[in-house]
């Protein structure tokens, strides 16, 4: 199993960026497709996550109706719309591929490599 994660960049607080996570391999056996991040000296928090199956994501307060998750089963990717960023979301954004529907980074089995997310005041 391979997660490939992309479309970080640098963007003005207010502004928006599009998050991508392919997958390739045996990822129909992780069925839940998580995103986390991680900014300097902080511990990897939980953002958002999604049964492949279908259902409804699961958001973290901090980002709730701000981030919005959709999913491409032809393309085995999943999306994370970022909207009105503030300076605080700044971080390393990581997708995260598991079996369990949970918010805890530990019990996810794969992780992409992170892409780089900067919001400036």
């Known amino acids: 199993v391979q997660l490939q994660a992309s479309g970080g960049g640098l963007v003005q607080a207010g502004g928006s960026l599009r998050l991508s996570c392919a997958g390739s391999?045996?990822?129909?056996?992780?069925?839940?497709r998580g995103w986390f991040r991680q900014a300097p000296g902080k511990e990897r928090e939980f953002v958002a996550a999604i049964n492949w199956s279908g259902g409804s994501a699961d958001y973290a307060d901090s980002v709730k109706g701000r981030f919005t998750l959709s999913k491409d089963n032809a393309k085995n990717t999943v999306y994370l719309q970022m909207n009105s960023l503030k300076p605080e979301d700044t971080a390393v954004y990581y997708c995260?591929?598991?079996?369990?529907?949970?918010?805890?980074?530990?019990?996810?089995?794969?992780w992409g490599q992170g892409t780089q997310v900067t919001v400036s005041s």
């Open positions: 391999g045996r990822t129909f056996i992780y069925y839940r």
């Open positions: 995260a591929a598991g079996r369990v529907d949970s918010r805890a980074a530990r019990l996810y089995d794969y």
